[in-house]
């Protein structure tokens, strides 16, 4: 007896099977990996228990919220409500994780009365951009004009280090490779202490101001 031979599927019959699999494979990924948590965060007034660890975790829209349920008795205007906002980011982001948060905000109530300048001048440090890297990558802009042969520039990918020193100010520590005038490849370390303006577009050098530049 022939054995039957075994017919081989069409194009849009293997199409069809790929797709189910794809379909089959989104779905079970979906069920088993996803976390997503439905339940509904209802924010309120921040409480005596809450330290200024739990304030720092919170996201931006929750930490906002709950300020602004804190401070609705106090008959706030909108722009003082910024100046407390700022106030809270700022020690929030230098002080000590276990301080109670209500305590802290009565610094900041504190400031406003007796210290009205300082009170309106803190950096909300907390919700501000990293800007690390744009940091680093403008740092390089100005390193590499003063060299010899900027078209030789080879910067490290990885191996730099930004130190933030607050209010989007910024040091940065690297090296670069580069060609002298006779065609040798040389080594220089740089340093670079520089200030973002808080406006402009982080990756445009008039943004920031270069406050010193030393190489070796």
């Avoid at 797709?19 to 005596?48: H, M, P, R």
């Avoid at 007796?114 to 990293?130: G, Q, R, V, Y």
């Avoid at 280090?161 to 670069?176: A, C, E, N, T």
Wanted: proline fraction near 2%.
């Amino acid at each position: 007896m022939a054995k039957k031979e075994k017919k081989e599927p069409t194009l849009s019959e293997k199409i069809s099977g790929f797709l189910v699999l794809c379909a089959l494979a989104y779905f079970g990924y979906n069920w088993l990996f996803s976390n997503e948590d439905d339940t509904e965060v209802i924010i309120s007034k921040i409480a005596q228990t809450d330290t200024l660890g739990d304030y720092a975790s919170w996201s931006a829209d929750h930490r906002q919220a709950a300020l602004q349920l804190t401070l609705q008795d106090k008959s706030v205007e909108e722009n003082d409500f910024e100046n407390y906002r700022n106030c809270m980011g700022d020690f929030a982001a230098t002080k000590r994780a276990d301080l109670s948060a209500l305590d802290v905000l009565g610094w900041c109530d504190n400031e406003k009365i007796n210290a009205p300048d300082h009170f309106t001048s803190h950096f909300n440090e907390l919700d501000a951009k990293d800007l690390s890297t744009d940091a680093y990558i403008i740092c390089q802009m100005h390193i590499k004009s003063r060299l010899v042969s900027p078209a030789s520039a080879d910067f490290p990918f990885l191996d730099y280090s930004v130190r933030k020193m607050g209010k989007q100010r910024y040091m940065v520590q690297s090296y670069v490779d580069s060609q002298n005038a006779f065609g040798a490849t040389l080594r220089t370390h740089f340093n670079c202490d520089m200030q973002y303006d808080l406006e402009g577009d982080a990756l445009n050098s008039t943004s920031w101001e270069m406050l010193s530049i030393s190489t070796s």
